[in-house]
């Protein structure tokens, strides 16, 4: 199997794509020694589907869910999480208000009184 972290996806057209996630579903599904059926019907999909997807042929992403979470593989999702980010011209501003310039206070008249020391 080729190493897909070195592959360029921007510059993959979406069929050569389709290609390389059908080798990863076949790659990891022979790994698990599985046969199509067993885990198409693990999937609750059906062979033909699974064979199309293994080849590279458009499919539902739904079904591609289904693929990798029998095969437990869904933490290939997390390539598609949203990581809140904060821009620096934002923190720089959070900062602005978070700062707070310590005042004197006036004496107030309890300090003035003698404390009989």
Known sequence: MNDNSYMNWSSMSDKAINVA???????????QQMTQDMLAKAAGISRST?????RGES?????????LRVL???HVME????????????????????????????????SKEDLGW
């Open 21 to 31: 996630v059908g080798g990863f579903v076949k790659h990891h599904r022979q790994a």
């Open 50 to 54: 699974l064979s199309l997807l293994e």
């Open 59 to 67: 499919v539902n992403f739904v079904t591609l869910i289904q693929v």
């Open 72 to 74: 437990e593989l869904l």
């Open 79 to 110: 390539a598609f999480s949203v990581k809140e980010e904060i821009s620096p011209l934002a923190y720089a501003k959070l900062k602005k208000k978070q700062q707070q310039r310590v005042r004197r206070s006036k004496k107030s008249n309890e």
